[in-house]
């Protein structure tokens, strides 16, 4: 391995920073090939950087990653550390920290799309910590690509950003990733990613050091957790000063300077293309991961023993969202999970909140039950997907909002700004429903091809659930967006779900029959031979108030009619909720019953008398 020295072109560190789905990962995986830091005839999975399970089902990149690629073709051979970063606003906290390790970034805008609302969000975090973006005009290969709308459109975007002079003076590239291709003119070579590392060497800096970072003490801020089975807590961060080695005593430091522990270092682990490889020392401004903690967690300062002060942390921005989570107590609950107690939920809980700056847990007046706060129900649900993967069993309550107070008391909610691009038909539905949910219009204007674009200000709890109704308000064809605002003034009373539910009478499993019986009533939730119990919603009831019904009733058999044709009866496949939609359909006073094999819906008091006690309580109020 070539060893590199801080004062020598040798090393570069970017961070790839764009919207949903332009590009990202894609890009990476040439990078790794062109480079040679995966062979030409290695087999690599496509978007090999999206090695999470739920990251590969959904074609988004949650946690940020680590890779490197050495280029050679320079004068020197430069070593590129490359962070392959999430775009979606829920995931927001990944990016914040790993923009604070990185000394440049490549901007991917899709040429067809141009700058969307979470490229406003990406950008806005280099651009405050004071990088220079290189912009890459990403699938400027595809029919409904206009390069030039989307460049000026991206420099709006920098300007209306407060970007500095030097800021707006960015590099353009154009470029194919899938391809595997970047040029400096539109028209110009299509061969491969030349141009783009070439770009990378020039335009990003060195990784800031004074001349004697080498002697100083080690210093480090732990930027991404993980859990290693063989290897334990592993945090990786760029070394600000000093070198580190295999063996060394270290200590963390809390944000306050406080000693956290003093442990001795097990592995110093470099990224070398797709893996991470021990190595004998690192030097400052290289991105490591290291082995041996056993406290320290994201934000701490991993230093020698005579460094007293931490260093500066990034700000997060504030969790939007929260839900309660509590260990499933329904007739059924045990029977598909093997993780039940409400001990191993809250050592989970509190083990994702150390690796997750964006999410913070808190134990809920209920017993047993616990808050998770995050940054949207795609985190939220990303999280419980995962655990009932792991053999969890919960109850999720209805997401609530966190809300704040001003200085005199007020109640200030978080406002999102969300980006719908619509078919010019649908824009009235959508601008009507939105506005119904308290939202302001702030732009409309056309945006080519017969559609519209829409820029509205919306209270997030209005919000909750809605992407089910706007692709059906839109027949499918509409694109929303959603970014953090602000916290504003409460806006009042939103309409929530108009329909009531039917609930079931009994305990056992549904008949075909009585479902059949019911579907006069409303569409169904589950099929015949589901076990139910009392509580247990089965349907949804047409009118608004919710109905108790009876799904084990079995069609009376007699001697004249022990079989015959009118016992087939056939039934509307039922309306199967996807656990977010599940989350975001259920009111106040029913829960989610999240299995690793299940996901059904129930009120939170199974007994009917104890249901209309609470409601009259709570009208009292």
């Given at each position: 391995?070539?060893?590199?020295?801080?004062?020598?072109?040798?090393?570069?560190?970017?961070?790839?920073?764009?919207?949903?789905?332009?590009?990202?990962?894609?890009?990476?995986?040439?990078?790794?090939?062109?480079?040679?830091?995966?062979?030409?005839?290695?087999?690599?999975?496509?978007?090999?950087?999206?090695?999470?399970?739920?990251?590969?089902?959904?074609?988004?990149?949650?946690?940020?990653?680590?890779?490197?690629?050495?280029?050679?073709?320079?004068?020197?051979?430069?070593?590129?550390?490359?962070?392959?970063?999430?775009?979606?606003?829920?995931?927001?906290?990944?990016?914040?920290?790993?923009?604070?390790?990185?000394?440049?970034?490549?901007?991917?805008?899709?040429?067809?799309?141009?700058?969307?609302?979470?490229?406003?969000?990406?950008?806005?975090?280099?651009?405050?910590?004071?990088?220079?973006?290189?912009?890459?005009?990403?699938?400027?290969?595809?029919?409904?690509?206009?390069?030039?709308?989307?460049?000026?459109a991206a420099f709006d975007l920098f300007a209306a950003l407060g970007a500095s002079d030097e800021q707006l003076d960015f590099p353009v590239l154009y470029a194919s990733g899938r391809d595997g291709w970047a040029s400096e003119e539109l028209d110009g070579e299509r061969k491969d990613l030349e141009p783009l590392f070439r770009a990378v060497v020039k335009h990003t800096p060195l990784p800031p050091m004074p001349s004697c970072a080498k002697d100083d003490?080690?210093?480090?801020?732990?930027?991404?957790?993980?859990?290693?089975?063989?290897?334990?807590?592993?945090?990786?961060?760029?070394?600000?000063?000093?070198?580190?080695?295999?063996?060394?005593?270290?200590?963390?430091?809390?944000?306050?300077?406080?000693?956290?522990?003093?442990?001795?270092?097990?592995?110093?682990?470099?990224?070398?293309?797709?893996?991470?490889?021990?190595?004998?020392?690192?030097?400052?401004?290289?991105?490591?991961?290291?082995?041996?903690?056993?406290?320290?967690?994201?934000?701490?300062?991993?230093?020698?023993?005579?460094?007293?002060?931490?260093?500066?942390?990034?700000?997060?921005?504030?969790?939007?969202?929260?839900?309660?989570?509590?260990?499933?107590?329904?007739?059924?609950?045990?029977?598909?999970?093997?993780?039940?107690?409400?001990?191993?939920?809250?050592?989970?809980?509190?083990?994702?909140?150390?690796?997750?700056?964006?999410?913070?847990?808190?134990?809920?007046?209920?017993?047993?039950?616990?808050?998770?706060?995050?940054?949207?129900?795609?985190q939220l649900g990303v999280l419980i997907e995962n655990m009932r993967r792991e053999g969890f069993e919960l109850a999720v309550s209805r997401p609530k909002v966190v809300t704040t107070r001003d200085d005199d008391g007020n109640v200030l909610e978080p406002i999102e700004e969300v980006t719908i691009d619509v078919d010019d038909e649908f824009t009235g539905a959508v601008i009507e429903k939105l506005t119904r949910k308290k939202a302001d219009l702030v732009e409309m204007k056309p945006s080519g091809g017969g559609k519209t674009r829409l820029v509205m200000h919306v209270p997030a709890r209005a919000l909750i659930g809605y992407h089910g109704e706007f692709m059906t308000d839109t027949r499918g064809s509409g694109i929303m967006n959603r970014i953090y605002l602000k916290h504003a003034a409460h806006k009042g009373a939103i309409e929530g779900r108009r329909n009531g539910v039917l609930i079931s009478n009994g305990d056992g499993v549904a008949v075909a029959f009585a479902l059949w019986n019911l579907e006069s009533r409303g569409p169904m939730l589950i099929s015949p031979g589901t076990k139910v119990y009392k509580g247990m919603i089965i349907g949804e009831n047409s009118k608004p108030d919710d109905l108790v019904v009876n799904p084990l009733k079995a069609k009376q058999l007699t001697n004249m009619r022990a079989s015959g044709k009118d016992e087939a009866v056939r039934l509307t496949p039922p309306k199967i909720l996807s656990l977010e939609q599940a989350i975001a359909y259920i009111n106040d006073d029913e829960l989610v019953e999240v299995t690793p094999d299940s996901i059904r819906l129930r009120k939170i008091e199974r007994e009917e008398h104890l249901r209309k006690r609470a409601k009259k309580a709570e009208a009292e109020h």
């Open positions: 391995m070539t060893q590199q020295t801080p004062h020598t072109p040798t090393l570069r560190n970017i961070a790839i920073i764009a919207h949903v789905d332009h590009g990202k990962t894609t890009l990476v995986d040439e990078m790794l090939r062109q480079s040679g830091a995966v062979q030409a005839h290695t087999a690599m999975d496509e978007r090999a950087m999206d090695s999470n399970d739920i990251e590969r089902e959904r074609g988004i990149t949650i946690l940020a990653k680590c890779t490197s690629v050495l280029w050679e073709k320079a004068e020197t051979p430069v070593r590129i550390n490359i962070v392959d970063t999430p775009g979606h606003a829920d995931f927001g906290g990944e990016v914040e920290r790993i923009l604070s390790m990185v000394d440049g970034c490549l901007l991917l805008v899709d040429a067809a799309e141009g700058p969307m609302p979470q490229t406003k969000f990406v950008l806005s975090k280099a651009l405050a910590l004071g990088l220079k973006p290189i912009v890459v005009l990403n699938k400027v290969d595809r029919p409904s690509a206009d390069s030039d709308a989307a460049l000026d003490p080690f210093c480090m801020l732990a930027t991404t957790l993980e859990a290693d089975p063989f290897l334990g807590r592993i945090l990786t961060g760029r070394i600000v000063s000093g070198i580190v080695r295999p063996g060394m005593t270290l200590k963390a430091l809390s944000n306050d300077g406080s000693e956290i522990e003093r442990v001795r270092i097990s592995k110093v682990l470099a990224f070398r293309g797709l893996h991470r490889q021990p190595v004998e020392e690192a030097l400052p401004g290289d991105i490591v991961a290291l082995a041996g903690f056993a406290k320290a967690s994201v934000a701490d300062t991993l230093c020698e023993p005579v460094v007293s002060e931490a260093l500066p942390s990034q700000p997060i921005d504030p969790p939007t969202l929260s839900i309660t989570l509590a260990p499933n107590d329904s007739p059924l609950a045990g029977r598909e999970g093997s993780k039940v107690q409400s001990r191993v939920i809250r050592e989970r809980l509190y083990r994702q909140a150390e690796g997750d700056v964006a999410i913070t847990v808190t134990e809920s007046e209920k017993r047993d039950a616990f808050e998770v706060a995050g940054r949207g129900e795609l």
